[in-house]
């Protein structure tokens, strides 16, 4: 897999013993001892500054225009060209469709071929499957009821991504650093690698644009292929 570019063993000190002191205030025979830091991870993460939480499940749905096989939605870019979203989702919840308290959508975009007609195998491609097709859409990270966006320096390196087969399941290995969009302070980083499920419909017909959509409320649905 080629890598894109946008623009862009933890240490544990326990203090143990005794400490005899000859003063004349209080002897302190016990001091509090160092708290152990909580251990780094190294992947499959979502951190937002100096807080992680780790990536439970994964998956990576196509907008449309409804609910499970409704027609997918189109955008159309500044520049005139088509494009059909899809959003790669890690998060931290307790099922695939059960988002927990932190959760990266990353957001990649492909051209629409649209000398096919609607309804045609071909018209839509999934990400980095035909060359030039695949253009970024942007990046975004929830984190404890926060919602940030990357700026436009972040980097996005993609080294895999295998849609799998009917015996094996697909897997992404990325890593995405960047700063907020709004507050270039607080430092993103997500690290995915493993396994993605997929694929999904997210139902996008009242969005108003590529904006991120909330997938609550049975706006995910399993689906089968694109056409």
């Known amino acids: ?12 000190f326990v203090a143990a013993g005794s400490l005899t002191v000859t003063s004349c205030g209080d002897d302190d025979s016990n001091p509090t001892p160092t708290p152990t830091p909580t251990p780094t991870l190294t992947k499959n993460f979502i951190q937002v500054n100096n807080d992680q939480e780790e990536i439970t499940y994964s998956l990576y749905a196509v907008h449309r225009d409804g609910t499970g096989s409704a027609p997918i939605k189109e955008y159309t870019l500044q520049d005139g060209t088509v494009v059909a979203a899809f959003e790669f989702i890690s998060h931290n919840g307790d099922a695939v469709t059960t988002f927990g308290t932190a959760e990266t959508w990353t957001t990649l975009l492909t051209k629409v071929d649209t ?28 984190f404890n009821d926060t919602d940030y966006s990357y700026a436009a320096e972040a980097e996005f390196d993609v080294v895999d991504l295998n849609y799998g087969s009917e015996t094996e399941p697909a897997t992404m290995t990325y890593t995405l650093s960047g700063t907020d969009a709004d507050d270039t302070s607080i430092m993103l980083k997500t690290n995915l690698e493993g396994e993605i499920d997929g694929l999904y419909s997210l139902n996008a017909s009242s969005a108003k644009g590529l904006g991120r959509i909330n997938p609550k409320n049975g706006q995910l649905t399993k689906i089968k292929s694109l056409n």
């Open 1 to 12: 897999m080629k890598k894109m570019f946008l623009s862009l063993a933890t240490i544990a």
């Open 115 to 142: 000398s096919i007609p609607v309804g045609t195998a071909g018209r839509y491609v999934l990400p980095f499957t035909t060359e030039g097709s695949t253009l970024l859409g942007g990046f975004s990270t929830t």
